[in-house]
């Protein structure tokens, strides 16, 4: 099956949903070579400026150990600003297509602080596309009954023109969101999208597993997993070596 896989597919393409890996596809240019060969080992690009030069001066710690690592390494971005797309709503009226952008960028200018980003009018540009969309219903597996979720980010892998193992997220608010619950659930989706792959335990940060009542804004110890993140090595951003990369399945 791998290897038939190996030699029909001409494009990149990982794709993991939430925290369980589901599909994970496999890719190369033919003629395929070794499927122990991936991209380069990972190894960590130099530190953005930005977070550089934070300084957490309470000191709160981090919650590094919950953020999860993938198969290509750590989910950093490298070339910066990166890029991001938001999707102007269809479905409701311009007057609220607008509440609900201004909200999203809300967030994405609040995460800019730490890590340049510009928003940019070409979907096919972007590294992150935000979309007001409900995503697909999620079975758990101890339960049978679908469960709806407010929001879903997703990944997927290509190599870029230059050869570099790239990445671009997905991020769906369920249009159930609004106001700061919007702007909590685009905050928490976003620092998924910027890398940090995993939850924390504590409400007051936004990347707490649930949604609370009174969204915290970034704190200390997001910012704090955030830059540990970037200090990590990835086989993101660097060349793939051969024509072919492989990921093994989980
Ligand atoms: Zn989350």
Known sequence: MTS???AMSTALLIILTNFQSSAILITSSSPPSSPSSPSSPPKPHPLPPTLAQWQDSTNSGDYFSQVNPIQVGYLVWSQFPVRVYVEPPQAINSKQAQQWVNAVLQAVQEWNVYLPLTVIKQAEDADIIIMRKAPPLQTSPNSKIPRARSAQTTYEFYVSKNNLLSHRFTILLSPSQTGQYLLAATRHEFGHALGIWGHSPQPSDALYFSQVRNPPPISPRDVNTLKRVYEQPTSLGWSVQ?????????
Do not use: D, G, H, Q
């Open 4 to 6: 038939l896989a190996l």
């Open 242 to 250: 051969e024509k072919s990369v492989s990921i093994p399945l989980k």
